[in-house]
T-cell receptor, first 115, second 116 residues
Framework: NAGVTQTPKFRVLKTGQSMTLLCAQD?????MYWYRQDPGMGLRLIHY???????AKGEVPDGYNVSRLKKQNFLLGLESAAPSQTSVYFC??????????????FGEGSRLTVL | AQSVAQPEDQVNVAEGNPLTVKCTYS??????LFWYVQYPNRGLQFLLK??????LVKGSYGFEAEFNKSQTSFHLKKPSALVSDSALYFC??????????????FGAGTRLFVKA
């Protein structure tokens, strides 16, 4: 059981380039989330989804877009990368409202450096 | 607005001694409270949670946490620290009654260093 898988694990971009991070979960979870982790700031929510075809903004959505075309996948896109987006990105998932025990399940992270 | 505070950037403790990692929160309603642990170059792993009932909850790896409603605190504890407990610990709250998404708010994290 793979759980939550993120690809790629590492990426270096130049300012202005675009890229997509892929998150895949095999637990049939309704809810999925993208967080970024920066030193001393904990995890901050970028975007989230409560089901296939739905997305919503989190705490720090600017500069990012997301899509949830399939229930098991949640994509995070950077259209024009900036050095301020250098961070470690984590995807997480959890069951939906009716069967939620509260805890999140995390991927291993994707380390992005923007030069 | 919901918030979580972890007042210590780092906690240092000798192996075999008890440890405490502090967390206070500011939320409305009755949120779920969590502790997660992050080892180097890994994702966060769930340790334990408080939903309701007994104020002392037990979790993985011998950790426990004490919920104190009057002090709005949820401190993580372990009676005897191990070197392998050295990691980054996050306190978190999740509003399980709000409108869709059940967003989780994390503290800034506390690095635990256990010296042999």
């Amino acid at each position: 059981n793979a759980g939550v898988t993120q690809t790629p694990k590492f990426r270096v971009l130049k300012t202005g380039q675009s890229m997509t991070l892929l998150c895949a979960q095999d637990m049939n979870h309704e809810y999925m989330y993208w967080y970024r982790q920066d030193p001393g700031m904990g995890l901050r929510l970028i975007h989230y989804s409560v089901g296939e075809g739905t997305t919503a903004k989190g705490e720090v959505p600017d500069g990012y877009n997301v899509s949830r075309l399939k229930k098991q996948n949640f994509l995070l896109g950077l259209e024009s990368a900036a050095p301020s987006q250098t961070s470690v990105y984590f995807c997480a998932s959890s069951p939906g409202r009716t069967s939620n025990t509260g805890e999140l399940f995390f991927g291993e992270g994707s380390r992005l450096t923007v030069l | 607005a919901q918030s979580v505070a972890q007042p210590e950037d780092q906690v240092n403790v000798a192996e075999g001694n008890p440890l405490t990692v502090k967390c206070t929160y500011s939320v409305s309603g009755n949120p779920y409270l969590f502790w997660y642990v992050q080892y180097p170059n890994r994702g966060l792993q769930f340790l334990l949670k408080y939903i309701t009932g007994d104020n002392l909850v037990k979790g993985s790896y011998g950790f426990e946490a004490e919920f104190n409603k009057s002090q709005t605190s949820f401190h993580l504890k372990k009676p005897s620290a191990l070197v392998s407990d050295s990691a980054l610990y996050f306190c978190a709250v999740r509003d399980m009654t709000g409108p869709g998404g059940f967003k989780t708010i994390f503290g800034a994290g506390t690095r635990l260093f256990v010296k042999a």
